[in-house]
C-alpha cells in the first residue's frame, strides 16, 4: 500500500428515522408535484429547483439536487437519495418522468458496512414490507 493524496467530501449524517410507509407517502407527494392526500406541501416549481443540478462538477456527470442524487437508469431520469448506519441501509429513488418510486430498507450484519458509517446501538423490529397500495 502506499498513500494516495485525494480530496474527500465529507458530509454529516441525517441522522433521519422513518418508517417505509412514510417514505411511500413521501414518494406519492413528490410523484404528486408536492401534494399529499391531505394537503400540498411544495409548490410543483420548488420541486423542479430541488430536483435540479446545482452542483455540477464536470459536464459529464449528473450532479447534485438540493438534498437529492441525480442519476439515471437506462436513460430513464432519476433523483433520489440513500442512507446507511452500521447495520442498516436504505434507498429512495424515484423515476420522475415515468412516475415510479422504490423504497429499499434493508438490515445488514454490522461488518457489511463501510468503515465510515457510525456504530449505533439501535435495535431494529421486522416489519413486513409496505407497497403502496397498503398507504393512503
Known sequence: LRPVDREVLAVG???AYST???LVRYVKALLGGGAGRHASVLQPE???VM???HFPPDPRVPGMGLGFLRGDENRHRTVGHDGILSGFLSQLTIALEDGIGVVVLGAARERAAPPAAVPTRHRAAHRPAA???DVE
Open 13 to 15: 449524517g441525517g441522522a
Open 20 to 22: 417505509t410507509a412514510d
Open 46 to 48: 420548488t420541486l423542479a
Open 51 to 53: 430536483f435540479d443540478s
Open 131 to 133: 407497497t403502496a397500495g
